[in-house]
């Protein structure tokens, strides 16, 4: 199957086969709830990026009831990045 879309052609093929069973590897069940500006969010994780490319591409992601998302990595040869993304925990 293809589309034409301006100068780009997208194609796509159904690929036979047993795929591994992913469903277990999600939770079920949740205790934890995070709630956050999904461009805020991106935007954290663009900006700690730029240092990580230094450090293999190393991002920690912790959450915080009172500080909300923190997004960091370790220290490379131009320093070490963090950023806090607001976020409501329940």
Do not use: C, W
């Not at 935007?43 to 700690?48: E, F, K, M, P, Q």
């Not at 960091?72 to 607001?86: A, D, F, L, P, Y």
């Amino acid at each position: 199957m293809s589309a034409t879309v301006g100068n780009t052609v997208i194609t796509s093929r159904l690929i036979q086969g047993k795929f591994p069973d992913y469903t277990n590897f999600f939770p079920k069940s949740f205790s934890t709830k995070v709630v956050a500006s999904r461009s805020e969010l991106i935007a954290g994780l663009r900006r700690i990026q730029l240092i990580a490319r230094e450090n293999k591409d190393n991002i920690r992601i912790s959450f915080n009831h009172e500080i909300g998302i923190e997004i960091s990595t370790g220290e490379t040869q131009i320093g070490n990045g963090r950023t806090i993304v607001k976020a409501s925990l329940e």
